[in-house]
């Protein structure tokens, strides 16, 4: 195509997306100068030069009950999207996960005739598996970075690229701050970090038990990875309660702790990939989970535990998830090194099955290859 730029839109909904999109847009961009990009997302899509749309935080939401209080909010900026998509008349779509959302927008896509290429795919294998016959039926191209994803869609006659974890790219990316504690005030106590989450709600239902452990552990500080994405009020429990917060600073925070709790998502993973031990842990409203208990058909909820295929670390669940479950693991990740050891054995195993190549790389690759 000589000359001709090529337009592409790309649709993220939540931060790890984000990142990741804004990670698979500089690899595009890197390749092919001549590439434009629109689409939804947040502040890393748009430092990566994306034309911003839709700004993903007017639009997020979590949890059965949330999601249906929210659905006229969420049909508005989706007929905003689809309107867009049409006025921009991109050569491709890049979907990066936010199933629900990016999956109605696959088959409009599909339906005016538009390519559509699915980044971290919806975790169809999780919960009501026949999303994978629409998987296959309103995508192009399917790129996974979960080392079991494409056994699961073959079954379904679908060809998914496994192209590696994302994660491994902004771990890349990071340089640790020379001066972390003196930046952020915070004394030499060893440090355990309390990794609560990115979106409102979640971090409001996990907070108060996170911080709830603090006192039971005079001779460590506990220092919240924090968002400046989310309203300063969110963190106000933590702030009475003397606690340090850190923001945007969740890789520093990482390499200098001892120990984490972390609200189940992809900070397990990232966690884990920072070899620091940890205690995963999740709560949603009784409804929510209600539902989810019977939709969900695996085993764990936690990606550490998913990719290794068994425990490696501890979830406490809704009514596991107490302040005396929480005292009685960080007491064993602090004082018993074979705990701690097994732990760190599984996270060999993980890295070992993900693989270290740039997903960003190698999707942009695939990506470029059918635009052309």
């Keep these: ?42 502040k890393f899509s748009k ?53 629900g959302f990016n999956m109605k927008i696959a088959k409009f896509a599909k339906e005016h005739g538009i ?6 795919p919806p975790k169809v294998w999780a919960w ?27 079954s379904y006659e679908m060809d998914v690229n496994y192209v590696g974890n994302p994660l491994f790219d902004e771990i890349k990316k990071f340089t640790p701050h020379d001066f972390f504690f003196q930046k952020n005030e915070i004394s030499y106590q060893p440090i355990i970090a309390l990794l609560p989450g990115s979106r409102t709600q979640e971090v409001t239902a996990m907070l108060d038990k996170m911080i709830s452990l603090s ?61 620091v031990p940890q205690i995963v842990v999740y709560e949603t409203s009784p409804v929510t989970y209600f539902f989810a208990k019977r939709l969900v058909k695996i085993d764990f909820i936690s ?14 669940i809704q009514d596991e998830f107490s302040i005396e479950n929480l005292k009685k693991e960080l007491n064993l990740i602090l004082s018993n090194p074979v705990y701690k050891g097994h732990m760190l054995q599984g996270y060999d195993l993980i890295k070992e099955r993900l693989g270290e190549t740039s997903a960003s790389e190698n999707t942009a690759d695939l990506i470029l290859n059918t635009l052309h």
């Design 1 to 42: 195509m000589p000359g001709k730029s090529l337009k592409l839109y790309i649709i993220s909904g939540e931060r790890s997306g984000d990142m990741h999109a804004s990670n698979l847009v500089l690899a595009l961009k890197t390749k092919e100068p001549r590439i434009e990009v629109r689409g939804m997302g947040g």
């Design 47 to 99: 430092e990566a030069g994306v034309e911003l749309a839709v700004d993903y935080a007017e639009v997020a939401l979590m949890g059965f009950l949330e999601v249906v209080l929210g659905f006229r909010k969420v049909l508005k900026y989706l007929n905003l999207v689809k309107k867009d998509i049409l006025e921009y008349r991109p050569d491709g779509i890049v979907l990066v996960d936010y199933g």
């Design 115 to 120: 390519p559509v290429h699915y980044y971290i």
């Design 128 to 154: 009501n598996q026949k999303r994978a016959f629409k998987l296959k039926k309103f995508t192009d191209h399917v790129y996974s970075i979960l080392p079991f994803e494409p056994a699961f869609f073959k």
């Design 215 to 275: 006192s039971s552990f005079p001779q460590a500080q506990f220092v919240i990875a924090a968002v400046d994405s989310l309203d300063e009020s969110v963190y106000a429990p933590a702030i009475r309660a003397g606690l340090k917060l850190v923001y945007n600073q969740t890789y520093d925070l990482l390499s200098h702790a001892v120990a984490a709790v972390v609200t189940s998502g992809t900070a397990t993973l990232e966690t884990a990939l920072f070899r």
């Design 303 to 316: 990606l550490v535990n998913l990719i290794a295929e068994k425990e490696v670390v501890k979830e406490l």
